[in-house]
Every structure is written in structure tokens, then in C-alpha cells.
């Protein structure tokens, strides 16, 4: 297994002579296995072993325990050895974390705290990697997420991400050494102890070398992705300009996704792959999407960016009583009503179609009538339409921005009734039964 590990640290250049590799022990058969791979191959490297205890605090006498046995196992391996405590408790409270959550965020800041100019060897092994991958396919993941635990990231290398922890175990029964068991690993009280006790348990009575294979599963996927990871970057290098992106889409969907999300990443956004096809989809074929605030993802269909956009000026409320004749609430229009004997609808429409005038059954209308301007949130049930429309949605389609601010619009007790150029709500319309007509026109002054 010795070997198998050592192969593993010179594929993925872990080590190099004259390194100092600070391993995280927790006195676990894996990190207990991982320090004595790494003092016994030290030689052949020519690097220096350090261990790190981290003490979450979270057993009692067991959680001291733990720390007393790293300690005495590195005497006894004549292992420079430093324990750091720290209060999970309180920080997952202060944090809103989870335990599992705030011990792990913990755990790296005091790896990160203890290892300048050095390396941090971590214990995972090929069952965390499995367990890994199955955690983000249940919780949604790309590509990226399936390619488990990187060997290597910043500092951090992992070299046992190659043997499972059956031969973890296996190898320290061989060399006879013994080390001690956390009993919060033996429940399932959190998420990735509920995979490893009831979902591989069920994945490995499929296929006993579940473990094995998942090594070279894992490897290739991770291959797979670095290759997209460096096409990406090739990608992002050329077409990033500050928080614009140019020429991007002379390149594969993979691609330009995940150039969004870097980008998204790179300037604190929230993104999710819905987010990411929608943005995608602009930024092929021009629009606007909102991102986060009054953040957006803008495309004119070559040049896409993210910009800020300030919400838009909110137009004072007006409203008045409608009366018959005139009305003026818009210092540039005049908007006229008359009520009409509706004697011949057919003919009336028949004008109606040459002229810029719109008409109401006056009987259908509830209460009082309102002029007034547009409002956040109007929406209307137009003539012949059997859903209700977001008015916002329809002026943005049909209107110019310069003439949204004096659109007229006439309510009853029961909503909006009229929307000048967009038209009348169904539930006024005149039908072969109306009596009276309410007669609109508007004309500048």
C-alpha cells in the first residue's frame, strides 16, 4: 500500500525534496495511516513530518483523549507535534452553521493558520472521495462536483485519496498499530454518515469493488473536467475584459457557462445552473437578466457583461375621479370620455377600427372610475384574452421608454379596467347585449 501511496504523490507532484508536510491528525486509523506512510517514505523523498492536532471540544474526555494519543504516537515517532483547541460550539451558533459545517470551516482556517511555507496532508481516502461524489448527485452538482476531493489544491494535498479505508485498516493490523475511534462517526446523525452507513453498504452488495473501481471512475471524470477547466480558462483569458465578455460565444455551451459562472464567482454572485442556461441564452441572443439586486447579465448578442443598474425612477402617483368631457392629469395630453347609445355595435367597431378611440360598456363598470397613472404591480385582463398580463411586461414589449411615464389608466372597484395603448379588460368589453358606451380618446394638447 506503501508503494500504491507513494505512486500517487509523484503522479500528482504532492511532495518535492526539501518540503515540510504538516499532516492533520486526528488519531483516526486514516490520518494515523497517512502519518506513518509519510514518515516512512520521508527518506526517500527527503522531506520533514510534522503533525497537527485540531481539538473541536465537542466529546469531553474523549475529544482529550484523542489529542493525548497524537501526541504520544508522534513522541513515539519522534514527529514534531503542536494541538490547537477551538470552540465549535459557539462558532456555529455565531455563524449559523452546522456543527459538521462550522468544525470543517474551523479546522482549515487553523490548518491554514499553522502551514505558511509548508504543505497540509489531509487524510481523506477513496471511501470519502465515493461518499463525496454521492453527496453532490443528491444535492445537484455539475461536472465539477463529480469529480470528488482534488489530490491537490493550494497547499492542501491528500495522498490516501487513492486506498480505501479497508486497506487503511488492513495496513495498520499488519504493522500492528493501533489507533482511536470517534464515536461521532459511528451514528447517523450527520449527512455523510448516513451515506457511508446506509447508502454504500447498499452500492457495494451491487458491487463488492465498489471502492476500487470508483478510484478510477473518480480519476477519469476528474481528467475529464480538468481538460474542460483549461479550455475555460483559455476561453475566459481571451474574452474577459474587466466584467465584460467578448467573442464568447464562438465557443462550446460548456464553455461559456462555466466563463458566466467564473465570472459570477470572481464578483460574489449567487448563480444556479437554471441561472446559468438563462444567462447563457442571453448572451447568444441578446437581453437582460437580473443576477442579484440591481446586478445584471446584459448581451447585445457579441458583447455580454454584468452591470448595475439602478432601479427605475418610480413616476409620481396621480389619480383623480374620471368625469365626463375632459380630463387633464399629464401637463402634454388631454384625455376625453363621452358616454354613447350603443345602437349599432358591429358598425361602431367597424369605425372603431379606423380611429385611435376605445370603448367600455359603461354598465359593466363597478362604483366610481379613476384616472390615473400606471402603478408597480398593475395588471390587466385584456379584451379577448383569457389569462391575466403583468402590465410592466406588456408596456416594456410595445411601448417606447419615453412615453411609459404618461400612459392613462382607468380603474373600478374591482381593478383596472383600461391601459391606454395597450387596450380595454375583457370583463368591460362591449358585448351584442351593451347598452351604453363608454367613448376614450386621448390626444396631445
Known amino acids: 500500500m506503501t508503494d500504491k501511496i507513494f505512486s500517487f504523490i509523484k503522479k500528482y507532484n504532492m511532495i518535492n525534496k526539501g518540503d515540510t508536510v504538516i499532516c492533520g491528525l486526528s488519531g483516526g486509523a486514516d490520518s494515523v495511516c497517512l502519518l506513518v506512510v509519510l514518515y516512512r517514505i520521508s527518506r526517500k523523498i527527503g522531506f520533514s513530518v510534522k503533525a497537527l492536532h485540531v481539538n473541536h471540544c465537542l466529546r469531553g474526555d474523549e475529544s482529550n483523549r484523542d489529542e493525548n494519543f497524537c501526541h504520544e504516537l508522534c513522541i513515539k515517532l519522534n514527529i514534531p507535534f503542536k494541538a490547537v483547541s477551538c470552540n465549535v460550539t459557539a462558532f456555529a451558533e455565531e455563524n449559523g452553521l452546522s456543527t459538521e459545517e462550522a468544525a470543517r470551516k474551523l479546522r482549515y482556517k487553523i490548518f491554514s493558520e499553522n502551514s505558511v511555507g509548508a504543505k497540509i496532508a489531509t487524510a481523506h481516502n477513496a471511501n470519502d472521495n ?15 462536483g463529480l469529480s470528488g476531493i482534488p489530490p491537490v489544491r493550494d497547499n492542501i494535498i491528500r495522498p490516501l485519496l487513492v486506498v480505501s479505508r479497508a486497506e487503511i485498516e488492513e495496513y495498520l493490523r499488519n504493522i500492528g498499530q493501533n ?21 454504500l453498504p447498499v452500492l457495494c452488495g451491487i458491487n463488492q469493488s465498489l471502492i476500487e473501481t470508483s478510484v478510477n471512475s473518480i480519476d477519469a471524470v476528474r481528467s475529464e473536467n480538468s481538460m474542460i477547466e483549461e479550455q475555460t480558462e483559455k476561453a475566459f483569458s481571451e474574452c474577459r475584459q474587466n466584467n465584460k465578455l467578448s467573442g464568447l460565444n464562438n465557443f462550446n455551451e460548456v464553455i461559456r457557462r462555466r466563463c ?3 465570472l459570477l464567482t470572481e ?3 449567487p448563480y444556479s445552473h437554471d441561472r446559468l442556461i438563462q444567462a447563457d441564452n442571453i448572451l447568444i441572443n441578446s437581453g437582460k437578466i437580473n443576477i442579484s439586486g440591481d446586478i445584471f447579465f446584459i448581451s447585445d448578442g457579441t458583447i455580454a457583461e454584468l452591470k448595475k443598474i439602478p432601479p427605475a425612477r418610480q413616476p409620481e402617483l396621480i389619480s383623480t375621479e374620471l368625469k365626463i368631457g375632459e380630463n387633464i392629469i399629464f401637463s402634454d395630453k388631454v384625455f376625453s370620455c363621452e358616454i354613447i347609445l350603443c345602437d349599432d355595435l358591429p358598425k361602431i367597431n367597424s369605425v372603431h377600427k379606423k380611429l385611435t378611440f ?8 363597478i362604483g366610481r372610475v379613476i384616472l390615473r397613472n400606471r402603478r408597480f404591480g398593475d395588471r390587466i385582463q385584456l379584451q379577448g384574452r383569457n389569462f391575466t398580463s403583468s402590465v410592466k411586461k406588456l408596456i416594456n414589449e410595445k411601448i417606447p421608454a419615453g412615453e411609459r411615464d404618461t400612459l392613462h389608466f382607468l380603474e373600478d372597484e374591482n381593478g383596472t379596467i383600461f391601459a391606454e395603448k395597450l387596450g380595454v379588460a375583457q370583463r368591460v368589453a362591449p358585448d351584442n347585449n351593451t347598452v351604453k358606451l363608454l367613448k376614450i380618446s386621448v390626444r396631445n394638447k
Do not use: P
Not at 465515493?130 to 465539477?144: D, H, M, P, Q, Y
Not at 482511536?180 to 446506509?198: A, P
Not at 376605445?358 to 363598470?365: A, F, Q, R, S, V
Open 130 to 144: 465515493l461518499e463525496t461524489v454521492i453527496f453532490n448527485l443528491a444535492r445537484g452538482s455539475a461536472l465539477k
Open 260 to 262: 458566466i459562472a467564473r
Open 358 to 365: 376605445y370603448m367600455l360598456d359603461y354598465d359593466k363598470i
Open 267 to 269: 464578483n460574489s454572485l
Open 179 to 199: 489507533y482511536v475511534t470517534d464515536s461521532t462517526n459511528l451514528s447517523d446523525d450527520y449527512t455523510r454518515n448516513k451515506i457511508r452507513h446506509q447508502v
